[in-house]
């Protein structure tokens, strides 16, 4: 068993990256053994195909520095919070007995996301229950579950994450998902995040939420219970 400090979860191969990929490396960047878990192969996205998909989420994957990255082959579009999935997503968590999940933004401009929110949520409670019964692991529940932010900017953020020394390659890990944003040479239609300032948004909202904490870049996250500390000089 290849226990990890934190699980994220995207409903898409790219959401892990553009939510909380400054995050995730600076934990590894402090010896934090992380692992992603992508819920769909995102077939239903408009440009690239999953083969490619699955190629580009590996080399963000290595640069990132993840211990693993597994694909749990939901329906793109229209998986649901069932109990199925759930038993899927209670598997991965008993396997990985993360001690932190990070999951989807609790409300986003695509449906997926919201959706991806609640199920991982339901399933990391479910998790810890023993009369749930799993092929390979006994019961785990993580002892947070934290969700990042995505499109909806109107989502305020319960905590902010100090991504300064690892935003430049937080962009270089999701550029490898070259197929989803803008490139002059490609013939495929455009769509919101193949927009040639998108990328610039990113940044701008990493800037916007550092400048709030007293550093240059941030990341957002909503918390499910009272963010509790020893003390208050442990806060930036």
């Known amino acids: 068993m290849n226990k990890l400090s934190i699980l994220a979860f995207g409903a898409h191969p790219d959401d892990v990256e553009l939510g909380c990929g400054g995050t995730l490396l600076s934990h ?10 992508d819920l769909t192969r995102g077939e239903l996205g408009t440009r690239g195909t999953p ?5 580009e989420s590996a080399e963000a ?5 993840v211990e693993i990255r597994e694909n749990l082959g939901f329906e793109d579009g229209f998986f649901e919070n069932s109990k199925e999935n759930q038993l899927k997503v209670i598997e991965v968590i008993r396997k990985y007995q993360p001690d932190i999940v990070i999951a989807s933004a609790i409300e986003d401009r695509h ?5 991806a929110s609640k199920l ?22 993580p002892n ?8 909806r900017s109107h989502i305020t953020p319960n905590l902010v994450v100090d991504i300064s020394d690892f935003h430049e390659k937080k962009m270089e890990a999701i550029k490898m998902h070259k197929s989803q944003f803008y490139d002059p040479d490609s013939n495929e239609p455009e769509t919101m995040i193949a927009q040639k300032g998108f990328l610039e948004f990113i940044e701008a909202r990493a800037l916007e939420y550092g400048t709030q904490i007293g550093v240059k870049y941030g990341e957002g996250f909503t918390a499910e219970r009272y963010i509790g ?5 442990s806060l930036l």
């Open 144 to 151: 947070a579950v934290y969700h990042y932010i995505q499109f």
């Open 61 to 65: 994957a290595k640069i990132i520095g």
């Open 229 to 233: 500390v020893k003390d208050l000089s």
């Open 28 to 37: 590894i960047s402090q010896g934090k053994k992380v692992g992603i878990v």
């Open 111 to 115: 449906p997926d996301h919201g959706r």
């Open 120 to 141: 991982i949520s339901d399933s990391c409670f479910l998790s810890g229950l023993l009369k749930i019964k799993t092929a390979t692991a006994e019961p785990w529940r």
């Open 51 to 55: 083969e490619i998909r699955s190629e």
